[in-house]
């Protein structure tokens, strides 16, 4: 019998906030026992989440601020990403749900994406490792460059991910980008060169989101061999996400202690 699986999608955009605290919620379920989780969410308007070590000065906080763009500190590696015209993915699971070690999990979940990309007739690619793509030490925007094993179409990068590993579980997330980013976010954030879009690719963003949301769980499945049923947060994992969400409302850019993250 497939492993089961759960999967819930979130019924409407939420804050960098709340979305930063699920997924950190659903990382410490997984470490107590809960079954692997598919999430799939939107944020209210433009956000900019930060990586786990990312630095970040104060001036461009206050700039953000005054410009409408929300900055949170996510618990997962890599670099920075504009969020709001994106379709977000969050997988969590035991480490023993995933093939072994960071590469092949990563691997993996990247395929997928590709899967679910091409099911749309999106000529996606996953990144070959060695292929001289990793992004250069220093960049801030996640989505300037490609690194190993990430998501392109016609050479631009396409969907960015990172990941975080703690108490014998796994957090993957990753931002599929549905349309560009808008303009003046962007230059106030510092993001959106070097990538594309569905839109940019002749999808709809609405259309995308909703075939999305349909086809990277049967993508997952079929890769790895399991099933998903529909779900909602239990209240237990709810009531870790109200707290997390009050402690980053208190400091976004907070560096909360525990197991350092590997993204690539």
């Given at each position: 019998?497939?492993?089961?699986?759960?999967?819930?999608?979130?019924?409407?955009?939420?804050?960098?906030?709340?979305?930063?605290?699920?997924?950190?919620?659903?990382?410490?379920?997984?470490?107590?026992?809960?079954?692997?989780?598919?999430?799939?969410?939107?944020?209210?308007?433009?956000?900019?989440?930060?990586?786990?070590?990312?630095?970040?000065?104060?001036?461009?906080?206050?700039?953000?601020?005054?410009?409408?763009?929300?900055?949170?500190?996510?618990?997962?590696?890599?670099?920075?990403?504009?969020?709001?015209?994106?379709?977000?993915?969050?997988?969590?699971?035991?480490?023993?749900?995933?093939?072994?070690?960071?590469?092949?999990s990563y691997?993996?979940?990247?395929?997928?994406?590709?899967?679910?990309?091409?099911?749309?007739?999106?000529?996606?690619?996953?990144?070959a490792r060695?292929?001289?793509?990793?992004?250069?030490?220093?960049?801030?925007?996640?989505?300037?460059?490609?690194?190993?094993?990430?998501?392109?179409?016609?050479?631009?990068?396409?969907?960015?991910?990172?990941?975080?590993?703690?108490?014998?579980?796994?957090?993957?997330?990753?931002?599929?980008?549905?349309?560009?980013?808008?303009?003046?976010?962007?230059?106030?954030?510092?993001?959106?060169?070097?990538?594309?879009?569905?839109?940019?690719?002749?999808?709809?963003?609405?259309?995308?989101?909703?075939?999305?949301?349909?086809?990277l769980p049967?993508?997952?499945?079929?890769?790895?061999?399991?099933?998903?049923?529909?779900?909602?947060?239990?209240?237990?994992?709810?009531?870790?996400?109200?707290?997390?969400?009050?402690?980053?409302?208190?400091?976004?850019?907070?560096?909360?202690?525990?197991?350092?993250?590997?993204?690539?």
């Amino acid at each position: 019998m497939a492993e089961a699986w759960r999967l819930i999608v979130a019924s409407r955009p939420a804050t960098g906030f709340w979305n930063m605290a699920v997924d950190e919620a659903l990382l410490a379920a997984a470490s107590d026992g809960v079954p692997p989780t598919l999430r799939l969410y939107g944020w209210s308007g433009p956000w900019l989440s930060l990586g786990h070590a990312q630095p970040f000065d104060d001036a461009t906080l206050a700039a953000c601020r005054s410009a409408g763009v929300g900055v949170v500190r996510r618990v997962t590696g890599g670099r920075a990403v504009l969020h709001g015209a994106d379709l977000t993915y969050a997988v969590t699971a035991s480490e023993r749900a995933l093939p072994d070690g960071l590469h092949a999990s990563y691997r993996v979940l990247s395929d997928a994406l590709v899967d679910a990309l091409r099911g749309l007739g999106i000529r996606a690619e996953r990144v070959a490792r060695g292929a001289d793509r990793v992004a250069p030490a220093g960049r801030f925007d996640c989505f300037a460059d490609a690194a190993d094993d990430e998501v392109c179409a016609g050479g631009r990068k396409l969907a960015g991910s990172a990941q975080r590993r703690a108490g014998g579980a796994l957090l993957q997330h990753g931002s599929i980008r549905l349309a560009p980013d808008p303009p003046e976010a962007a230059r106030i954030a510092g993001t959106g060169a070097g990538a594309t879009s569905l839109a940019e690719l002749g999808m709809a963003p609405g259309a995308a989101r909703r075939t999305l949301a349909r086809v990277l769980p049967k993508a997952l499945a079929e890769r790895l061999g399991v099933a998903f049923s529909s779900a909602s947060l239990a209240p237990s994992e709810r009531a870790r996400a109200h707290r997390l969400a009050a402690a980053l409302r208190r400091d976004p850019l907070a560096r909360r202690a525990g197991p350092s993250s590997r993204a690539f």
